[in-house]
């Protein structure tokens, strides 16, 4: 999973400032130097969170892809166990 050069806050606190009408969207991703596809994602993706409720889904992704990989290590050891199995 990319590492995001953004924190949580920053994201949240540039969602904020503009939905609260401060800024525009153009003179958000302007300041941050992302396009405006990457705000609207960022707004789809933590557009009601809290920070706490942003890091706790950061924290959830990287556990859910580590789970990922260690289930996909065993099925390929279970796989070869039975093709060793097999010939016997």
């Given at each position: 999973m990319?590492?995001?050069?953004?924190?949580?806050?920053?994201?949240?606190a540039a969602i904020r400032s503009q939905v609260s009408g401060e800024k525009t969207v153009e003179k958000v991703c302007r300041e941050l130097s992302i396009s405006a596809a990457t705000f609207f994602k960022w707004k789809?993706?933590?557009g009601g969170m809290t920070i706490s409720e942003a890091k706790r889904l950061r924290a959830l992704e990287s556990e859910n892809a580590r789970l990922k990989k260690l289930l996909s290590e065993r099925?390929?050891?279970?796989d070869a166990l039975q093709d060793v199995l097999k010939k016997y």
């Open positions: 990319k590492i995001s050069r953004f924190t949580e806050e920053q994201i949240i789809q993706k933590y099925t390929l050891e279970l």
